[in-house]
Nanobody
Framework: QVQLVESGGGLVQAGGSLRLSCAASGRTVGSYFMGWFRQAPGKEREFVAAISRGAISTYYADSVKGRFTISRDNAKNAVYLQMNSLKPDDTAVYYC??????????????????WGQGTLVTVSS
């Protein structure tokens, strides 16, 4: 099974950018659909973005469409989330997730096979 570790979170001003990374170990991520979720204080965890195994297809939550970009490098066993034009509402712990079953299964976020520990993103106004 693959293990996931997120990095790249931090404090940024509104309008700024951050790039999150998700490093995988234990098994190649090439066989997994990958995604990002987030959980803001006092709120449920929500889907952010997902990418297919060969990076042909991507899917985004409406709230981040046009501002965030998910990408992957299977050779480096990594997935990324480029976040631009950040807003205070983007403040959350961001989690990387992996599942072999399908892109929409990942989007639904139910009983996914692997989760990372999360990285905190704080956007100040």
């Amino acid at each position: 099974q693959v293990q996931l570790v997120e990095s790249g979170g931090g404090l940024v001003q509104a309008g700024g950018s951050l790039r999150l990374s998700c490093a995988a170990s234990g098994r190649t991520v090439g066989s997994y659909f990958m995604g990002w979720f987030r959980q803001a204080p006092g709120k449920e965890r929500e889907f952010v973005a997902a990418i297919s195994r060969g990076a042909i297809s991507t899917y985004y939550a409406d709230s981040v469409k046009g501002r965030f970009t998910i990408s992957r490098d299977n050779a480096k066993n990594a997935v990324y989330l480029q976040m631009n034009s950040l807003k205070p509402d983007d403040t959350a712990v961001y989690y990387c997730a992996a599942d072999p079953r399908g892109l929409m299964t990942l989007v639904q976020g139910t009983r996914l096979e692997v989760w990372g520990q999360g990285t905190l993103v704080t956007v100040s106004s």
